[in-house]
T-cell receptor, first 114, second 113 residues
């Protein structure tokens, strides 16, 4: 049973560019959340997708957008990259409305902005 | 807004001994969940233990147990018989049924052989 998979593992971009990160949830999960983890910090919630719609959003600018596909996989898009966007981006999946079930995390995508 | 605070940036313990990691949180909700996640250098966030706020009994998972003090909004993690493989960053996290996780800043745990 595959867990949460993220791609790519590492990515290097320059300021002003755009990037797309991908996530496939754990089998049977229908909700995908994205987190940004700066070096030495705890993860910060970006947004959550359910039924192909953004259901919750954290304190991130509109440069951060996402999408969820009918097969529950998800993409995170970041436009006009800034140096401060350098971080580990974590995807987590879960089953909707089952609050006592933990979110399962992928290995993350390390994004470096030059 | 909900916040989670881990006041110990780093902790170290001798192998086979016991260590306790501290966590406090702030919320006005009555129904919520608390978690401890472990993040080794491999980066994957691994669930260690979870606690439902409505349960008075402290959760335990083998060598890992929590001390949940709801009135004090405290949620500490005790690791017994520490092993070298326990070395990692440990994050305390909070969520409601909406499932958005709020994390603390983390505690780096070192195990000394």
């Amino acid at each position: 049973d595959a867990g949460v998979t993220q791609s790519p593992t590492h990515l290097i971009k320059t300021r002003g560019q755009q990037v797309t990160l991908r996530c496939s949830p754990k089998s049977g999960h229908d909700t995908v959340s994205w987190y940004q983890q700066a070096l030495g910090q705890g993860p910060q919630f970006i947004f959550q997708y359910y039924e192909e719609e953004e259901r919750q959003r954290g304190n991130f600018p509109d440069r951060f957008s996402g999408h969820q596909f009918p097969n529950y996989s998800s993409e995170l898009n970041v436009n006009a990259l800034l140096l401060g966007d350098s971080a580990l981006y974590l995807c987590a999946s879960s089953i909707d409305r089952v609050g006592n079930q933990p979110q399962h995390f992928g290995d993350g995508t390390r994004l470096s902005i030059l | 807004a909900q916040t989670v605070t881990q006041s110990q940036p780093e902790m170290s313990v001798q192998e086979a001994e016991t260590v306790t990691l501290s966590c406090t949180y702030d919320t006005s909700e009555s129904d919520y969940y608390l978690f401890w996640y472990k993040q080794p250098p491999s980066r994957q966030m691994i669930l260690v233990i979870r606690q439902e706020a409505y349960k008075q009994q402290n959760a335990t998972e083998n060598r890992f147990s929590v001390n949940f003090q709801k009135a004090a909004k405290s949620f500490s993690l005790k690791i017994s018989d520490s092993q070298l493989g326990d070395a990692a960053m440990y994050f305390c996290a909070y969520s409601t049924r909406a499932q958005k996780l709020v994390f603390g800043q983390g505690t780096r745990l070192t195990i000394n052989p």
